[in-house]
């Protein structure tokens, strides 16, 4: 398989706190996408990072790409309770970026 | 939400019968998907189209087969249902094959 590993697989956090989740892949990568998917609907992209950049913001979300470990991670700061959702990342493969392998995907509760 | 619908949104079936699953985007773009979405095993590659009468396997693609004739429908198949088919389906289009876009899902029960 060519999933790779999110962690934690659910985190509960306050109001107002920061969120990291963190991806893992295996394969050489073309670039590093992170969606949300709320209970019960499609996912929803978020944000692309390629190959050649190490840290990408967009808004409250900050995500950074070490093609070294082959890692990366999400954080949104001061969480609302609208970001509860499950967030995956995904990657496009080197030579094949028209398909998506998406890791299994982080639960994240923002209680008020 | 991109211009992406998919029907039926829900379908209980019986073990055997066989199933149609539609995607219709109305986008023109050129790549569709069409994942599963199980607990445990997050999203899943089904097959994937890059073009009309273009279409390529995924990671789980035994059991389904698909076709696109036309650029914005892209159809599933499962040719006999299985119990292990009862899962979440969603359909996803992509103009670059990079960001994705994707319907809102097709629940899928296999009796």
């Known amino acids: 398989s060519q999933q790779g590993e999110e962690d934690p697989q659910a985190l509960s956090i306050q109001e107002g706190e920061n969120a990291t989740m963190n991806c893992s892949y295996k394969t050489s990568i073309n670039n590093l996408q992170w969606y949300r998917q709320n209970s019960g609907r499609g996912l929803v992209h978020l944000i692309l990072?390629?190959?050649?950049?190490r840290e990408k913001h967009s808004g409250r979300l900050r995500v950074t790409l070490d093609t070294s470990k082959k890692s990366s991670s999400l954080l949104i700061t001061a969480s609302r309770a609208a970001d509860t959702a499950s967030y995956f990342c995904?990657?496009?493969?080197?030579?094949?970026?028209?398909?998506?392998?998406f890791g299994k995907g982080t639960k994240l509760t923002v209680n008020p | 939400d991109a211009g992406i619908t998919q029907s039926p949104r829900h379908k209980v079936t019986e073990t055997g019968t066989p199933v149609t699953l539609r995607c219709h985007q109305t986008e023109n773009h050129r790549y569709m998907y069409w994942y599963r979405q199980d607990p445990g095993h997050g999203l899943r590659l089904i097959h994937y189209s890059y073009g009309v009468k273009d279409t390529d396997k995924g990671e789980v693609s035994d059991g389904y087969s698909v076709s696109r004739s036309k650029t914005e429908d892209f159809l599933l198949t499962l040719e006999s249902a299985t119990s292990s088919q009862t899962s979440v389906y969603f359909c996803?289009?992509?103009?670059?094959?990079?960001?994705?876009?994707f319907g809102p899902g097709t629940r899928l029960t296999v009796t």
């Open positions: 990072i390629r190959s050649n950049e």
């Open positions: 996803a289009i992509s103009r670059q094959g990079n960001e994705q876009y």
């Open positions: 995904s990657w496009g493969t080197q030579g094949g970026s028209e398909k998506l392998v």
